[in-house]
């Protein structure tokens, strides 16, 4: 089991009282599996990826990443376990707009120490893994906005993460690039055997993962993935 969330209970201070934005969550990824976590705005879904991304420390429960218990780790010990271990895809892909496709790859490497020739070979691999093989040297106002979208996520593929971490990817595209972008990402998953959750309030493309589970009120009910 790659990512495993236990009873995960987190507030925030609202006034004299506290929010209760994760209510006793339980959730399981093994890797090589999609799940996704549909809800409305407000629902807990971002505070539950926070979590998870070991970016915020609940008040109760268990984070269990890759076989790594976070309960107590440092500052520094969570950050390395997010460099090495977690991939993240940001809703937006807040690229660099002097940087070529490939080095927008090339950064992450460089941050972990990696030698520019095996970064180069890497960010290449992943950028044909996500079909955009001959476009490496193609600046982001070259580019779609799929096309962007798909190397935000072979960036969070870099440093070959355990667990990946996707906030509403198709948000910005349209249903037939949003259909891609979710085909691309779990074919990937199943791949590279990564742990995915994958955050969205769009249920139009659920037939594509191989779990899902809906985000209420802080709770998070299991769900069929055709009953959504």
């Known amino acids: 089991?790659?990512?495993?969330?236990?009873?995960?209970?987190?507030?925030?201070?609202?006034?004299?009282?506290?929010?209760?934005?994760?209510?006793?969550?339980?959730?399981?990824?093994?890797?090589g599996c999609v799940?996704?976590?549909?809800?409305?705005?407000?629902?807990?879904k971002s505070s539950l990826l926070a979590v998870a991304a070991t970016l915020i420390a609940p008040d109760g429960g268990r984070v269990v990443?890759?076989?790594?218990?976070?309960?107590?780790?440092?500052?520094a010990e969570l950050t390395r376990l997010r460099r090495t271990t977690i991939g993240t895809v940001f809703q937006q892909?807040?690229?660099?707009?002097?940087?070529?496709?490939?080095?927008?790859?090339?950064?992450?490497?460089?941050?972990?120490?990696r030698s520019p020739r095996k970064a180069r070979a890497r960010a290449l691999e992943l950028l044909a893994a996500v079909g955009l093989d001959g476009l490496?040297?193609?600046?982001?106002?070259?580019?779609?906005?799929?096309?962007?979208?798909?190397?935000?996520?072979?960036?969070?593929?870099?440093?070959?993460?355990?667990?990946?971490?996707?906030?509403?990817?198709?948000?910005?595209?349209?249903?037939?690039?949003?259909?891609?972008?979710?085909d691309l990402l779990t074919t990937l998953t199943h791949q590279r055997a990564t742990a995915t959750v994958l955050v969205t309030h769009?249920?139009?493309?659920?037939?594509?993962?191989?779990?899902a589970a809906e985000m209420r009120d802080g709770r998070l009910r299991p769900r069929m993935v055709a009953s959504l």
Do not use: K
Request: aromatic content about 0%.
């Open 1 to 31: 089991m790659s990512l495993e969330l236990t009873d995960v209970t987190l507030t925030y201070p609202d006034g004299g009282a506290r929010l209760t934005a994760l209510d006793a969550v339980s959730l399981t990824v093994p890797a």
């Open 35 to 44: 799940t996704a976590v549909v809800g409305p705005s407000g629902s807990g």
């Open 65 to 75: 990443v890759d076989g790594t218990d976070t309960a107590g780790m440092s500052r």
């Open 93 to 113: 892909p807040n690229l660099l707009p002097s940087l070529t496709a490939a080095e927008q790859l090339q950064v992450m490497a460089h941050l972990d120490g």
């Open 136 to 182: 490496a040297g193609r600046r982001p106002h070259q580019l779609s906005g799929g096309q962007r979208q798909r190397i935000n996520i072979a960036r969070a593929l870099m440093n070959d993460p355990a667990v990946l971490l996707v906030d509403e990817p198709t948000s910005a595209l349209d249903h037939e690039r949003g259909a891609a972008v979710l």
């Open 202 to 211: 769009d249920r139009s493309h659920l037939d594509a993962v191989d779990e």
